[in-house]
Nanobody, 123 residues
């Protein structure tokens, strides 16, 4: 399993970005995908997760109503649409995969990780 996150960048507060997580491997539709972020000096924190068939999502309270996670199994890709961005959203964003029918919010439960993509939001 390989994951590649992309789509990060620098935006002003109130702006939007869409991150993508491209999966390489077998049976993408067997995997729950999670998004996490890590700001300098802070622990990695949960952002959002989506079940393998896309019918269940969970969001961190800090992003609820602003971020939307979705997936296109035909393209082996998961997206994180981020709207109304705030300076506190600045972090390196990672996607992770776990073979499961459930959804998971703890980073320790995911076995495969992609490299991060930097998101910087200026005020």
């Amino acid at each position: 399993v390989q994951l590649q996150a992309s789509g990060g960048g620098s935006v002003q507060a109130g702006g939007s970005l869409r991150l993508s997580c491209l999966y390489s491997g077998f049976s993408f539709d067997d995997y729950t995908i999670g998004w996490f972020r890590q700001a300098p000096g802070k622990e990695r924190e949960f952002v959002a997760t989506i079940s393998r068939n896309g019918n269940r999502t969970i969001y961190a309270d800090s992003v609820k109503g602003r971020f939307t996670v979705s997936r296109d199994n035909a393209k082996s890709t998961v997206y994180l649409q981020m709207n109304s961005l705030r300076p506190e959203d600045t972090a390196v964003y990672f996607c992770a995969a776990r073979e499961s029918e459930l959804v998971w919010t703890s980073p320790g439960t995911y076995g495969s990780w992609g490299q991060g993509t930097q998101v910087t939001v200026s005020s």
